[in-house]
């Protein structure tokens, strides 16, 4: 049987469960859920950007332009591509818009 882990989002006052083989936003949305932005769900648009403030876990391949080195080393990932490996506490960390960004 599969570890079930925590997950709290801080600034949303929220919390839900996460297997171990399941990706964060996967298992929020499982769940019925939405303190985090859902998108492509597939690390293509970086809607679901996270910074884990505590907590292990284990990152897939993620787009560097959504998420940078910096970024990755802060503790900010793409929640899509995200697997706990032990109980995480999380907020939400938007992506700043880039000037060469239209609003369109
Ligand atoms: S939902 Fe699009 S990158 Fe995660």
Redesign the pocket.
Known sequence: MSARFEITVEDKDAQFQCREEQRL?HAMQAQGLAPIP???????????RVQIIQGEYEIRKMNRD?VTEEDERKGIV???RVIPKSNLSLRLAPKPKASNESAA
């Open positions: 936003l859902v998108g492509c769900k597939g690390g293509g648009c970086g809607i679901c959504h793409l929640s899509c």
